[in-house]
């Protein structure tokens, strides 16, 4: 993406997590802030007041402007930046962005060929257009604590902000897609993501099963996932992830461990997805028999999915994510910071972790000077932490 620069007014994690990624491919992303700052700064521990973690993690190698968009000032410094950018991003509600003046309308009257990416709570075409969307509540209504429901037998969020980052790398794609249009035809466009429609793709992905149907064949919902039955199994000594799924996981399982399991009644993937809770009672039993290191080394023999349950710090000491380079090092004003690279690999254009994340307004004065020419992706510098 260099030379691709980015007009960013999103902020919290969806938008900036899309605008992270476009940075780390090599993007020049200018990051508008209103004077206090986008509130992800002061939502986890950081080195310094208003460098927190979520925030330096999706703010990396941004440039920070700080724009008071109820000014004439800010408003005139502001299209004057329109006028300079492939991509405008922003994460208001519809009636706030216009009330500022700076639609797609009134943006693409300065730069026609500009790609305006929208990031929403509700599609603009429903009632719920103008709610307040947040991570959880969109959890909600897109059914995940329902299904956690069915699997702990208490409601409850998932242990990720889940919606944010789904959406977040929605409005990558979709911005990506339309950049793609405009480089084959020089014609800009509107873009719209809605974390609500989002995630209700998302989910109903598998979800849907018989429901697409109509008449509809069954109620909505995948069986093997919905299970109580479905987590991590106890061992001797812990716990263990594993998948004994398709026929030759099943075949190769039974005939390393249960050999009296080689009957018609289990004998094919369809016949235990239709009785997915007996073979996961019957799998939970055999798997208190052995140690996790054990059953490790002898699922791994068969070709069979397991993997320790671990937990979160486990991933910074992860022996494969070390070998790939997963992690960079990035030295700041503050010290070194260990960030999680890009996970998608190119052999002709790949990634890099784009630098460390801007304090608040640190690039202003040099964006806003006309000349020189502002810097093309790779060249941030300035006060970042």
């Known amino acids: ?20 990624i476009m940075a780390d491919m090599g993007a020049e992303v200018i990051k508008v802030e209103p004077p206090a700052g986008d509130n992800t700064r002061y939502i986890s521990v950081g080195p310094e007041p208003g460098m927190g973690g979520v925030f330096v993690n999706v703010n990396r190698g941004k440039r920070s402007v700080v724009l008071d968009l109820r000014s004439e000032q800010g408003t005139a410094a502001l299209r004057e930046l329109i006028g300079t950018a492939d991509v405008f ?22 730069n026609s060929s500009i790609v305006y990416t929208n990031c929403y709570g509700y599609g603009r075409r429903g009632p719920d257009a103008d709610r307040t969307a947040y991570d959880d509540t969109v959890q909600a209504e897109c059914g995940l604590p329902y299904v956690q429901q069915q699997l702990t037998g208490t409601t409850g969020y998932v242990g990720t902000i889940m919606a944010d980052k789904v959406a977040g790398l929605t409005a990558l794609y979709a911005t990506m897609m339309a950049l793609f249009h405009r480089e084959r035809t020089g014609e800009g466009q ?15 992905v598998e979800h849907a099963g018989g429901t697409l149907f109509d008449p509809p064949l069954a109620p909505p919902g995948y069986p093997r996932a919905l299970t109580p039955d479905r987590k991590p199994y106890r061992t001797a000594d812990g716990h263990l992830a ?24 289990f004998a094919t993937l369809a016949q235990r997805a239709a009785r997915i809770d007996e073979v996961y009672a ?28 671990n937990s979160l710090s486990a991933l910074f000491d992860n022996e494969h994510l070390a070998a790939v380079g997963f992690f960079e090092t990035v030295d700041t004003p503050n010290g070194p910071v260990r960030f999680p690279g890009p996970p998608a690999w190119f052999s002709r254009t790949p990634g890099r972790v784009a630098g460390p994340a801007p304090r608040l307004g640190a690039h202003t004065g040099e964006v806003l000077t006309p000349e020189p020419r502002l810097a093309r992706a790779g060249e941030a510098g300035g006060a970042n932490a």
């Open 1 to 20: 993406m260099s030379g691709v620069r980015v007009v960013d007014l999103t902020a919290m994690v969806m938008g900036p997590y899309c605008t992270q």
């Open 89 to 110: 991003i922003h994460s208001m509600r519809g009636r706030a962005i216009a009330a500022l003046g700076f639609d797609y309308e009134s943006v693409a009257a300065i």
């Open 190 to 204: 509107e873009v719209e993501v809605a974390m609500f429609e989002t995630m209700a793709a998302f989910m109903l």
């Open 242 to 265: 594993a998948l004994v799924y398709n026929d030759k996981q099943w075949n190769a399982f039974v005939g390393a461990v249960r050999p009296a399991w080689a009957t018609d009644e």
């Open 282 to 309: 019957l799998l939970a039993e055999t798997f208190l028999e052995r140690t996790t290191a054990q059953w490790l080394e002898l699922l791994g023999s068969l070709d069979i999915p397991a993997a320790p349950v």
